[in-house]
């Protein structure tokens, strides 16, 4: 399995991997945060998938249950597929 640049860079730099946690705890205590990952958990309730080990995730996108990885793929290749087609002035 190939390592990520972001591993590499918070292996090697300790500090810098603190402050992103800690931003990130920050960031998840949020009332925003907090009533997604309510309403996340409501939907994996309400089709029996909260918790049984399915690997399957809501996406909010398509209003459907799909695989996690398809899920979190599906948006990284989004934005990369939008940096892509930005226009450059090249004259």
Known sequence: ?????????FDENP??????????????????RKKYRAFLNKVNRKK?????????DYDHDEKRMMSQSKNRSKKKTNETKKKKTKVTSGS
């Open 1 to 9: 399995m190939r390592i990520s640049k972001s591993k590499k860079y």
């Open 48 to 56: 029996g998938t909260y918790g049984n080990g399915d690997e399957l």
């Open 15 to 32: 500090e810098a991997k603190e402050k992103k946690n800690k931003y990130n705890t920050k960031y998840h205590q949020t009332k925003e």
